[in-house]
């Protein structure tokens, strides 16, 4: 019996033996072996998904043979936890036993969106809603300008903010389960960064009270000029009409006033209808500013060209005429404007 009993124990022995050499001999097959494609696929892992779930849907793509050995390595190199969210490209010769690493490094897919210098809080929002990728968690458009602008400050922690202006125009790239909340998070973080870098660096003795007064003047600058070199002229215009206790008398603004309804034309009723941001009928700043800005402009505000001009026109090619005094400034309003 005790004989019996010993050939049985060496037997299982044995076969134990043989199981685990061959288990090993396949894991170590199964994590050398390419996955299963011919050319590369996009892959991607949803928040929230553990290494057992990634391996599922690995084997459910057909990428992957045996998810059980992708679970074994997860955990016998402790990097269950390591696994990024995101889209990723998974080329054709990629080892299974590299999946691990690939995922851990988060080297995700990059999609691209621009926040455009000169557009308004509305017309960034309306190009948002289409960008590529971005998970949309604030309200839709339906719900109007100032419930989105409202939800979304809030949303980011700055609630007591007017939305326009404050997100910085650049191209962001981002992975695909960004939210809407997240870029734009993102893109006031950095409209705060270079403003404060900028105020840092100003030109002493500017009539600008704050980084947020120089963020709306900013605003108007972008709106007057694309062209960069007319910047800091057009900006040392405006600071000196405001140290002269002048208006600014700039279109934009009026134009900013009448909001979404613009239709294109500015009319001289335009310019006698008081609204918070006619700089025709009040003085100084308007409330907020008016549009979203870049760096060049913010830098033009607070080092502006020092000049005796007060007044500039559209040559109607996108450069303006500078003039000293208004008998100059009507005469180059008539030869490029009324004439034209």
Do not use: C
């Not at 070199?229 to 405006?238: K, Y």
């Not at 600014?248 to 239709?263: A, C, H, K, M, N």
């Amino acid at each position: 019996m005790l004989r019996a009993l010993s050939w049985l124990f060496g037997l299982f022995t044995v076969i134990g033996v043989v199981a685990a050499a061959y288990g090993w001999h396949d894991y170590q097959a199964h994590q050398d072996r390419a996955i299963d494609t011919d050319e590369a696929v996009s892959f991607t892992i949803e928040r929230g998904w553990s290494a057992r779930r990634v391996s599922r849907e690995l084997a459910a793509a057909g990428l992957i043979e045996r998810p059980l050995w992708l679970d074994v390595q997860a955990r016998l190199d402790g990097k269950a936890a390591g696994i990024r969210s995101g889209e990723y490209v998974l080329e054709p010769g990629l080892r299974v036993g590299d999946l691990l690493d690939v995922f851990a490094d988060g080297k995700t897919v990059q999609y691209a969106h621009t926040i455009i210098e000169g557009d308004a809080f509305w017309q960034m929002m309306a190009r948002l809603q289409d960008a590529p990728r971005l998970v949309h968690e604030l309200p839709p458009s339906e719900a109007g300008t100032a419930a989105r602008g409202e939800a979304l400050m809030t949303a980011i922690g700055h609630p007591e903010l007017h939305p326009e202006g404050q997100f910085f125009a650049d191209t962001y790239r981002f992975p695909s389960d960004t939210t809407d909340i997240a870029f734009l998070a993102r893109a006031k973080r950095q409209l705060d960064r270079v403003l404060a870098e900028e105020w840092e660096a100003r030109d002493e003795g500017l009539p600008l009270a704050s980084p947020y007064e120089a963020l709306i003047l900013a605003s108007i600058v972008e709106k007057e000029t694309a062209l960069a070199s007319e910047r800091p002229l057009i900006a040392g215009v405006f600071l000196s009409r405001l140290v002269k206790g002048m208006r600014l008398q700039t279109d934009p603004t009026v134009i900013y006033g009448i909001g979404e309804s613009f239709d294109g034309d500015i009319r001289r009723r335009d310019l006698r209808t008081d609204t918070p941001y006619n700089t025709y009928t009040r003085g100084g700043l308007p409330p907020t500013p008016i549009a979203m800005v870049g760096r060049e402009a913010i830098n033009a505000v607070l080092n502006p060209e020092s000049t005796d001009k007060l007044y500039f026109v559209s040559r109607g090619d996108g450069s303006h005429q500078f003039s000293q005094n208004l008998a100059d400034h009507e005469a180059a309003v008539r030869k490029y404007q009324l004439n034209r």
